[in-house]
């Protein structure tokens, strides 16, 4: 056994502040409000339902995550939230149209007290989207403080201990880092001067890593993941996570394809098709914002196939996602999947998915685990990017130099190592020959 890592208590309310109150966000209050009062089962949450298996097999040590961390209670979550609109959480639930009307109302009045606070906000990054509850600044510099103000009051008058801040936002327009996001100098410079690379949600980063509180991002847009932001996480000791939750056809996909990939059967064709009626389909209706998700979405099968590595089985590979937005399935997803494979001696075959599913009732227990992942990693002074929370992305935040791991099972794994490091138990190599000695 090796030395455990220091980890502090989990005394006092954890404060989980989300940018948007969209579908996503409402599932996750909302659900957590349910667990609370027994109304609805956790399905779905690492930290609530999962285990660790440590020491030997043979032992019979598999304690729940939970208890082995001494995770904060739901009773101590606090929700905080931003929003361009005014819509307090329980006309957002409504709005949002996820969860049905019986289970909103028996957690009302707990949705109602959460009032999204005024958003910074600019539709130059998210074209199809516009609200009245927007904040004034004359430069992105007042706004970030306008934000850091708005942590600090939220933190004492919720008397919380420690937060944790996720972005649940619009997916924003495409961006690519250019001079202004390669040092924390430089990106100072660019909020004083309104530089148009910095988007609304990498002044929420800012705003929180200044303020040394771990920030998530559940969306692909760029965020927190730019040096500039990579450098003040380290001074300020602050973890992060992002980007993209795994949902809906991309986690099939990391099931799927490592499976594929292990019996060395080819793959020359993967067409993906989505039909989606929430808000979220409609800002991705934008080529714009649709064109972030797209690199998101279509990156994983390359690094999970690994085509250098094996000519003639991935390096054709034709791989098309598309998203279409159809009002009418409001947030329950259709996706499709046809995959073209190769077997032995080049035989052709097919596989079709059809993945009826609901898009924030797969994401809200991911909001949930990253939020107290994120502040257990804090609590263990762990900074930067968390890459054992690659689990929970489609588009997986690692350092630079390294490519992503995006297999769902090696992401698994690297989670759970990370929990046993962090008790100093021993990793699981899963080698298993001690058995037959
Ligand atoms: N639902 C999923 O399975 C899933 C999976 C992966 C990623 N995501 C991403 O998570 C994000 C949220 O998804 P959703 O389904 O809740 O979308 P949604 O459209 O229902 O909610 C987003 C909310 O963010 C608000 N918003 C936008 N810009 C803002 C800003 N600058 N400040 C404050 N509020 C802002 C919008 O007004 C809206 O209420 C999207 O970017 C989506 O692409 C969702």
Redesign the pocket.
């Known amino acids: 056994m090796e030395t455990p890592v220091d980890i502090a208590a989990a005394q006092g309310r954890l404060g989980v502040l989300l940018?948007?109150?969209?579908?996503?966000?409402t599932t996750v209050i909302a659900g957590v409000h349910a667990i609370r009062k027994k109304l609805a089962p956790a399905v779905g949450s690492l930290t609530e339902l999962g285990t660790v298996r440590l020491g030997k097999r043979s032992d019979g040590r598999s304690p729940r995550i939970r208890e082995l961390f001494e995770l904060p209670p739901l009773d101590d979550i606090v929700f905080g939230a931003?929003?361009?609109?005014e819509e307090d959480c329980y006309s957002a639930a409504r709005t949002?149209g996820v969860l049905e009307p019986a289970l909103l109302d028996q957690v009302k009045a707990d949705l109602e007290a959460v009032k999204p606070m005024a958003?910074?906000?600019d539709r130059q990054y998210?074209k199809r989207?516009d609200?009245p509850n927007v904040k004034k600044g004359k430069t992105k510099r007042e706004l970030a403080d306008a934000l850091v103000e708005d942590i600090r009051s939220f933190k004492q008058r919720h008397d919380c201990a420690r937060l944790v801040l996720i972005w649940?936002?619009?997916?924003e327009i495409y961006l690519q880092e250019s001079s202004v996001h390669q040092s924390v100098d430089a990106f100072e410079a660019g909020l004083a001067s309104n530089d148009p690379g910095i988007p609304?949600s990498m002044i929420y980063a800012y705003a929180a890593i200044k303020e040394g509180v771990p920030y998530a991002n559940?969306?692909p847009n760029l965020s927190a993941d730019i040096p500039a932001l990579l450098e003040l996480a380290g001074r300020k000791r602050v973890p992060l996570a992002g980007k993209?939750?795994k949902?809906?056809q991309t986690l099939i996909k990391t099931i799927m394809a490592p499976g594929l990939k292990a019996r060395v059967l080819g793959v020359n064709g993967w067409y993906s098709t989505n039909i989606l009626g929430?808000?979220?389909g409609e800002?991705l209706d934008d080529p714009e914002s649709f064109k972030t998700?797209e690199e998101s979405k279509k990156s994983v099968l390359d690094y999970i196939f690994q085509p250098h590595l094996y000519p003639g089985l991935y390096d054709q590979l034709h791989h098309v996602v598309r998203i279409n937005y159809y009002p009418p399935r409001g947030d329950n997803k259709e996706g499709w999947d046809n995959i073209d494979l190769i077997g032995w001696l080049g035989y052709p075959m097919q596989l079709k998915i059809n993945f009826l599913c609901r898009?924030?009732i797969?994401?809200a227990p991911l909001v949930l685990d990253t939020a107290l992942f994120l502040d257990l990693a804090k609590r263990a002074n762990m900074a930067g990017i968390q890459e054992w929370l690659s689990f929970y992305f489609k588009s997986p935040m690692h350092a630079p130099g390294l490519y992503p791991e995006h297999d769902l099972f090696i992401q698994l794994m690297k989670l759970k190592n990370t929990l046993r490091y962090l008790k100093g138990e021993e990793l699981i190599t899963h080698l298993g020959l001690e058995y037959y000695d």
């Open positions: 940018v948007g109150l969209g579908a996503v966000s931003w929003d361009i609109f949002a958003a910074v906000f998210v989207l609200g649940c936002g619009s997916t609304s559940a969306a993209d939750l949902t809906g929430n808000r979220d800002v998700k898009d924030s797969l994401a």
